[in-house]
């Protein structure tokens, strides 16, 4: 019960169809587990039920989009009316698709993975800081990549990425003196529907030859981590057991980011 009390918004809290859990709903149902009250928030009604209907009485569900000022205050609102307050946000949206090097990158596709990865989170916490500074207290958990410190092939995702850990620092001085901690998670190569069947669909491979291809890349065991990795390191950060840290990009990658220097 170590959010006993404590009041999550998770965003991005659907997963998309797959063999195993996101990074969203794994955090919500462990966060649940722990003691919290959770608001699931998502573009797609049905996959933040999904979650909630899982987690049962502890948690509400919604739809919205992270790219809409509107839609991020009316789920800080709606957190705030059902449970009293907001204790937690957990900025896990993200996309990718159509990205490349940035010699073949196309305007569009950078300027949707920039609203979505690194605007959407901006908006959801400007929309969390203010009953957070007013309670002079709080915990933001941003979901990063290990992209942001390494790649080539994906620029606007690796771009979104990097600013959003800029973002988490900036979010975490500003507002210390609040009592409000920021703090990023960089996931290396997990097995998520989100990773896993989306670049088995992307390259017409299986799934079983993405995922031996991945494992083999990972120093700690030659094996990818999954979601409840992802998981457990955002409950440490989002609990008083880390009252004293803030401005911390944790990556959570089975060793792959000693190899980025």
Same mark, same amino acid.
């Given at each position: 019960?170590?959010?006993?009390?404590?009041v999550?918004?998770?965003?991005?809290?659907?997963q998309?169809?797959?063999?195993?859990?996101g990074?969203?709903?794994?955090?919500?149902?462990?966060?649940?587990?722990?003691?919290?009250?959770?608001?699931?928030?998502?573009r797609?009604?049905?996959r933040?039920?999904?979650?909630?209907?899982?987690i049962?009485?502890?948690?509400?569900?919604?739809s /919205?989009?992270?790219?809409?000022?509107e839609?991020?205050?009316?789920?800080?609102?709606? %957190?705030v009316?059902?449970?009293?307050?907001?204790d937690i946000?957990? #900025?896990?949206?993200?996309i990718g698709?159509?990205?490349?090097p940035?010699?073949?990158?196309?305007?569009?596709?950078f300027?949707?993975?920039m609203?979505? #990865?690194?605007?959407?989170?901006?908006?959801?916490?400007?929309? %969390?800081?203010?009953?957070m500074?007013?309670?002079?207290?709080g915990?933001?958990?941003?979901?990063?990549?290990?992209?942001?410190?390494?790649?080539g092939?994906?620029?606007a995702y690796?771009?979104?990425?990097?600013?959003m850990?800029r973002?988490?620092l900036?979010?975490?001085?500003a507002?210390?003196?609040r009592g409000?901690r920021?703090?990023a998670?960089?996931?290396?190569?997990?097995d998520?529907?989100?990773a896993?069947? /989306?670049?088995a669909?992307a390259?017409?491979?299986?799934?079983? %030859?993405?995922r031996?291809e991945?494992?083999?890349?990972?120093p700690?065991?030659g094996?990818m981590g999954? %979601?409840?990795?992802?998981? #457990?390191?955002?409950l440490?950060?989002?609990?008083?057991?880390?009252?004293?840290?803030?401005?911390?990009?944790?990556?959570?990658?089975?060793?792959?980011?000693?190899r980025?220097g």
């Open positions: 019960m170590r959010l006993a009390g404590k999550a918004l998770v965003a991005g809290a659907g998309m169809p797959g063999e195993t859990r990074n969203g709903r794994a955090i919500a149902e462990r966060f649940a587990a722990e003691g919290a009250q959770v608001l699931c928030m998502d797609l009604l049905d933040a039920e999904a979650t909630a209907t899982a049962g009485e502890a948690a509400v569900a919604m /919205g989009d992270v790219t809409q000022a839609d991020c205050a009316a789920a800080v609102a709606l %957190a009316e059902r449970f009293g307050r907001i946000l957990v #900025n896990n949206v993200g698709g159509g990205d490349g940035a010699h073949a990158l196309e305007e569009a596709a300027d949707r993975i609203a979505v #990865n690194l605007k959407g989170g901006w908006l959801m916490t400007r929309a %969390a800081l203010a009953p500074r007013a309670q002079r207290g915990a933001i958990v941003n979901i990063s990549s290990l992209a942001s410190l390494a790649g092939f994906q620029m690796e771009v979104s990425k990097a600013a850990n973002m988490t900036s979010v975490a001085n507002n210390a003196g409000i920021c703090n998670i960089l996931p290396g190569f997990l998520t529907p989100m896993v069947a /989306g670049i669909g390259t017409g491979r299986s799934t079983d %030859a993405v031996a991945r494992n083999a890349r990972v700690l065991g094996r999954d %979601a409840s990795d992802t998981a #457990n390191a955002a440490f950060l989002a609990s008083d057991e880390a009252r004293f840290i803030t401005g911390v990009l944790l990556p959570v990658d089975g060793g792959m980011a000693t980025v």
